[in-house]
């Protein structure tokens, strides 16, 4: 079976502030694929980025990077000097060979 | 812009009066999936189609039903509404429906059954 848990209901920071979303996931597959989702207050859940299980390496992208690590089975993001449109709820997902899985996401609220 | 629409935004219906809500595409994309978000809860998988293959999740009530007439359209139905079905219903796509590939959604309709 297949699972992720974002432990982390709501997080709030004050604008410029760093701050790490945490993403833990299981399953059984060999291959799988990690996503990242932020869905705004309008709704729409915008797709963030993509990492395959063979695919280790860190990424950054502009001011969100993202901590793969399969030793602990997380997939965590980071956003850089946050700003007031970050605020959104963010969902990691994790698919085997066809279901998209979702975690109930971290409600992130940042203040200016 | 290539997108995924669904229509209404927001829709209201009485408990046992049956809805439909729409979704289209722009994409090309041969998958498209139904979703049911409840409040501060993870989005759900309905169903989905890849192309003409409907595939319904073992946990979908039968009181849920879909259609799809071509490649741009798909349809929610919802037979007889309680006031459990009252969520968010987010329509999204893929190209090829397989693990890689990752979901583009609409602004999802929101539903209400007084």
């Known amino acids: 079976a297949q699972k992720v848990t974002q432990a982390q209901t709501e997080i709030s920071v004050v604008e410029k502030e760093d701050v790490t979303l945490d993403c833990v996931y299981e399953t059984r597959d060999t291959t799988y694929y990690l996503f990242w989702y932020k869905q705004p207050p309008s709704g729409e859940l915008v797709f963030l980025i993509r990492r395959n299980s063979f695919d280790e390496q860190n990424e950054i992208s502009g001011r969100y990077s993202w901590n793969f690590q399969k030793s602990t089975s997380s997939f965590n993001f980071t956003i850089t000097a946050s700003q007031v449109v970050d605020s959104a709820v963010y969902f990691c997902?994790?698919?085997?060979?066809?279901?998209?899985?979702f975690g109930a996401g971290t409600r992130l609220t940042v203040k200016p | 812009d290539a997108m995924v629409i669904q229509n209404p935004r927001y829709q209201v219906t009485q408990f046992g009066k049956p809805v439909t809500l729409s979704c289209s595409q722009t994409l090309n994309h041969n998958v498209m999936y139904w979703y049911q978000q409840k409040s501060s809860q993870a989005p759900k998988l309905l169903f989905h189609y890849y192309d003409k293959d409907f595939n319904n999740e073992a946990d979908t009530p039968d009181n849920f039903q879909s259609r799809r007439p071509n490649t741009s359209f798909c349809f929610l139905d919802i037979r007889s509404p309680g006031l459990g079905d009252a969520a968010m219903y987010l329509c999204a796509t893929s190209t090829t429906g397989t693990g890689n590939s990752p979901l583009h959604f609409g602004n999802g309709t929101r539903l209400t059954v007084t």
């Open positions: 997902a994790l698919s085997g060979r066809r279901d998209m899985r």
